[in-house]
């Protein structure tokens, strides 16, 4: 279970569409998912799915809101529903030092498979449905740069100046 290297923008494999799993309950697949886990505590990353190691298999883990410490694994999984969408300053491991706003679902169902290859569905919300919409990104070759907007960036930059000021203003560290 080593921590994996990050793989960053430009790299053309970040672009590719991931493919699915079709092999459960094997070794490969279960390292995989220790790799990820391992390297996404290692980065104090919310989420991180497959092809940011390199691995183009539709393969995520996010933490949980309540257990940072404790991730969960998302193999094979579909959005089946969305709602209250709202715009969510983000970054990537596999974008650094770049920060954008996003249209990000706060509300979203999923199904996916865990490791035995067992269907299962979740409802999830706040950072929790935001952390997986930007994973899922990843499995279609879509980074967050990709979705922001100039007027999203225009909002960001002012959102961003206002904390400077009143870190100032405050003595507070930003």
Known sequence: ??????VEHPDDTLREVSKEVESFGGGELET??????????AHGALGLAAPQIGERQRVIVCAANDSPEESKTYINPTVTASSRWAYVEETCLSVPG???LVERPTQLSVVARDLRGERFTQELEGL???????ELDHLDGVLFIDRVTAWAQFQLRIVQGVRRL????????Y
Do not use: F
């Open 32 to 41: 995989l998912v220790d790799d990820l886990h391992v390297t996404r505590r």
């Open 166 to 173: 009143i870190g100032k203003q405050q003595g507070a560290n």
């Open 98 to 100: 770049r920060t954008g």
């Open 1 to 6: 279970m080593p921590e994996r290297a990050i």
């Open 128 to 134: 929790e449905a935001v952390c997986l919409h930007h």
